[in-house]
């Protein structure tokens, strides 16, 4: 299956060396959802560190035939934590692109890149990071799952030492907390470098979870 990121948003001018957020949306969204916490995740009251670039792509393959809205899917979905590898593979593909082109995208050599989403797109975000050792200064994990697939699972390996984020909410209806610690816990075998954010709330962001994702990329 053949995938193209074809359409995406850069959150403004990027300068030389900065550090670029690449974050991907969920489920039967599109690339205008997560541009939105460019301005959040960049509050710096020291005025010291860089400020993030911030780029989000659409995902390659329209929601409505599988059933997902008028939005556009990373993956179609089979049910628990296991996305089908057919259509995984390509938004992995399609991501390969974006990811070796951000010079040319942004104008200018991109500094350390972080890749992160919500829902579908931190699942995403954490099957390219482990199947790409490497390449990502950090991975952040919003209300997704770590993916029974063999572009994640057989790449277990790679996650030792790697930087993630993971905040999930302890209601969430549509990715349980459960199935959140069962990833998690398969990360900490592996020796992942992780942390954690837990709420009270469901399948969302929230903004405790923003401010600790915010100290966590200040500390990377």
């Known amino acids: ?46 005025g010291e560190a860089d400020p993030f670039t911030v780029v989000t792509p659409r995902a390659p393959w329209p929601g409505a035939p599988w059933g997902y809205g008028p939005g556009w899917a990373w993956y179609r979905y089979l049910g628990e934590d296991r996305p089908e590898p057919e259509s995984l593979e390509g938004s992995l593909a399609a991501l390969d692109d974006l990811m070796d082109g951000l010079e040319d995208t942004l104008g200018t ?21 482990l199947s790409r050792p490497g390449r990502v200064a950090g991975a952040m994990n919003l209300s997704g799952f770590l993916a029974d697939a063999p572009q994640v699972q057989d790449h277990l390996g790679n996650a030792e030492g790697l930087p993630v984020f993971w905040g999930h909410g302890r209601a969430d209806p549509a990715i349980p907390f459960a199935l959140g610690e069962k990833g998690r816990a398969r990360l900490k075998e592996h020796e992942a470098a992780l942390e954690t954010f837990d709420h009270d709330g469901g399948h969302t962001i929230t903004p405790g979870e923003l401010e600790a994702l915010r100290s966590w990329l200040r500390e990377s």
């Open 1 to 46: 299956m053949t995938a193209v990121i074809d359409e995406f948003r850069i959150s403004g001018p990027h300068a030389a060396g900065n550090p670029v957020l690449v974050l991907l949306h969920g489920r039967g969204s599109n690339e205008d959802d997560l541009l939105q916490l460019a301005s959040l995740l960049n509050r710096d009251p020291t």
């Open 109 to 129: 050599a991109p500094g350390p890149i972080f890749l992160g989403g919500f829902s579908q797109g931190g699942t995403m975000s954490l099957a390219w990071s």
